[in-house]
């Protein structure tokens, strides 16, 4: 029972911010890193991205610039 609610629900498009879209890869995803500018990368641009927009334990929003905690 449970199984067919999630996947049904998964699918669907709710109304409220519980899906994110990557700006990088175009995912629509139920969780990204994103910035109060709009900006949101998921998990796995967000790796490939680190060693450029990452300096430990923040990471700087490549749209405004703005430093975000992980
Ligand atoms: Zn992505
Ligand atoms: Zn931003």
Not at 35 to 57: A, H, T, V
């Given at each position: 029972?449970?199984d067919s609610d999630e996947k049904k629900?998964?699918?669907?498009?709710?109304?409220?911010?519980?899906?994110?879209?990557?700006?990088?890869?175009?995912?629509?995803?139920?969780?990204?890193?994103?910035?109060?500018?709009?900006?949101?990368i998921c998990d796995d641009c967000f790796?490939e991205n680190l060693w450029g927009i990452?300096?430990?334990?923040?990471?700087?929003?490549?749209?405004?610039?703005?430093?975000?905690?992980?």
């Amino acid at each position: 029972m449970k199984d067919s609610d999630e996947k049904k629900s998964y699918s669907r498009r709710r109304r409220g911010r519980k899906e994110f879209q990557c700006h990088c890869c175009r995912k629509v995803l139920p969780f990204c890193w994103n910035c109060p500018c709009g900006f949101q990368i998921c998990d796995d641009c967000f790796k490939e991205n680190l060693w450029g927009i990452s300096n430990g334990p923040t990471w700087i929003c490549p749209d405004c610039g703005r430093v975000r905690m992980m």
